[in-house]
């Protein structure tokens, strides 16, 4: 089976912290993405990358950043954390540029980061 | 924009009853999939079920089953013979079929789903 792995369950930072949150996977899949989730929101995507050193912004990118120089893994960067970023991260991988109705999602499983 | 509404935060069944899930959508696009995805306690999210909206034939999966109604912009999860393990998160998800970008892959806010013993 497909493993993605966040390398934190839990993370408190305080407030101007850089933060880095690390995903790795382990099937060679091409795309790679990361999604905040709140209560009453559901799930939210923040970026994403089809291959290594590519990244396209999705609805929340503000006040993140990315970095994917190998193919396995993905780094969502908080510049300078603020207490509106405390959220579930979570990370999740597919293996095709161009998604088709048998393709889905693999996730892993969440980090709970919380900004004092 | 296309969005995806779950009016139901909570619900609760008990086990080995029936229970619906409602989710709704909006949507220009006539050609798309719609998802169901479960997150346990564990947080793994996982796909339970998936749609094509340009077939009729509702999408089932062993206990799981949906009723997509195109015109009414409505596709509710059916889950029978409700187990233990069936407590958990559910996402009604969204993506147009013909766009080649990731990025138009749109959750609903959610229902807890409890099962009660």
């Known amino acids: 089976d497909v493993k993605v792995t966040q390398s934190s369950r839990y993370l408190v930072k305080r407030t101007g912290e850089k933060v880095f949150l690390e995903c790795v996977q382990d099937?060679?899949?091409?795309?790679m993405f990361w999604y905040r989730q709140d209560p009453g929101l559901g799930l939210r995507l923040i970026y994403f990358s089809y291959d290594v050193k590519m990244k396209e912004k999705g609805d929340i990118p503000e006040g993140y950043s990315v970095s994917r120089e190998k193919k396995e893994r993905f780094s969502l960067i908080l510049e300078s954390a603020s207490t509106n970023q405390t959220s579930m991260y979570l990370c999740?991988?597919?293996?095709?540029?161009?998604?088709?109705?048998?393709?889905?999602?693999?996730f892993g499983s969440g980090t709970q980061l919380s900004v004092l | 924009a296309q969005t995806v509404t779950q009016s139901q935060p909570e619900m609760s069944v008990q086990e080995a009853e029936t229970v619906t899930l409602s989710c709704t959508y909006d949507?220009?696009?006539?050609?798309?999939?719609l998802f169901w995805y479960k997150q346990p306690p564990s947080r793994q999210m996982i796909l339970v079920i998936r749609?094509?909206?340009?077939?009729?034939q509702n999408a089932t999966e062993n206990r799981f089953s949906v009723n997509f109604q195109k015109a009414a912009k409505s596709f509710s999860l059916k889950i029978s013979d409700s187990q233990l393990g069936d407590a958990a998160m559910y996402f009604c998800?969204?993506?147009?079929?013909?766009?080649?970008?990731?990025?138009?892959?749109?959750f609903g806010s959610g229902t807890q789903l409890t099962v009660l013993p």
């Open positions: 749609q094509e909206a340009y077939k009729q």
């Open positions: 998800a969204y993506r147009i079929r013909t766009s080649g970008s990731a990025r138009q892959l749109t």
């Open positions: 949507t220009s696009e006539s050609d798309y999939y």
């Open positions: 999740a991988s597919s293996n095709s540029r161009y998604w088709a109705i048998n393709e889905k999602l693999f």
């Open positions: 099937m060679d899949h091409e795309n």
